[in-house]
């Protein structure tokens, strides 16, 4: 399964536009790239998936190039409950195998 | 909206006694995980169940560590004996089946705390 790098963390402030960008080395041909969002003491919660190209939800865009070795969640005009850690969890296509790495953490200032 | 069911919310134990997580996932969920989760380190995949077949547990420290799925609705997992390192947040997540592109639903964590 895809490992996953992301940088550790991130720092913003309310109303700016973040992108954070996750590495996928050795993504199969049959994995989706998904993007979960963490608050302290909760579960995450799944944001946005895709296989190619760009996707756009109500919340978020996810940016994949051709090559599909990395994949840039942008999160527009960003507030204070934006602030939380953002992992990029590959699924595999086989058993939907859902494997996170150690995720960004987003700091979204005043 | 639907759920997955997690309890308890809390459990405080002693080192070397036994403790029980029980899991309820969304109804029709044939996708079943569980994760351990330290403090500021991403969750790590524990077991994962197809219905009642267990699918991957390469992770789970088999020697204190057992989970089940009877009949493929809820889980449980269970430790014994409980070790200090043991102390997380337990988590439980569901995903229906069918095309892979579906997002999986988390709990709300069952916090471990050893003693």
């Known amino acids: 399964l895809a490992k996953t790098t992301q940088p550790i963390s991130m720092d913003s402030y309310e109303g700016q536009e973040v992108n954070i960008t996750c590495s996928h080395n050795?993504?199969?041909?049959?994995?989706?790239i998904t993007w979960y969002q963490q608050f302290p003491s909760q579960g995450p919660r799944f944001i946005i998936q895709?296989?190619?190209t760009k996707v756009t939800n109500e919340v978020a865009s996810l940016f994949i190039p051709a090559d599909r070795k990395s994949s840039t969640l942008s999160l527009p005009r960003v507030s204070l409950s934006d602030t939380a850690v953002y992992y990029c969890?590959?699924?595999?296509?086989?058993?939907?195998?859902?494997?996170f790495g150690a995720g960004t953490r987003l700091a979204v200032h005043p | 909206e639907a759920e997955v069911a997690q309890s308890p919310r809390y459990k405080i134990t002693e080192k070397s006694q036994a403790v029980a997580f029980w899991c309820d996932p969304i109804?029709?969920?044939?996708?079943l995980y569980w994760y351990r989760q330290i403090l500021g380190q991403g969750p790590e995949l524990l077991v994962q169940?197809?219905?009642?077949?267990?699918?991957?547990d390469s992770q789970l420290p088999k020697d204190r560590f057992s989970a089940e799925r009877l009949k493929g609705v809820d889980s449980t997992l269970k430790i014994q004996p409980a070790e200090l390192g043991d102390s997380a947040m337990y988590l439980c997540?569901?995903?229906?089946?069918?095309?892979?592109?579906?997002?999986?639903?988390f709990g709300q964590g069952t916090r471990l705390t050893v003693v």
């Open positions: 050795n993504i199969a041909t049959n994995d989706y």
């Open positions: 109804s029709g969920h044939a996708t």
């Open positions: 969890p590959p699924v595999s296509g086989g058993y939907n195998k859902l494997i």
């Open positions: 169940f197809q219905d009642e077949s267990v699918v991957d």
């Open positions: 895709g296989y190619k």
């Open positions: 997540a569901s995903k229906g089946q069918g095309a892979v592109n579906t997002e999986a639903f």
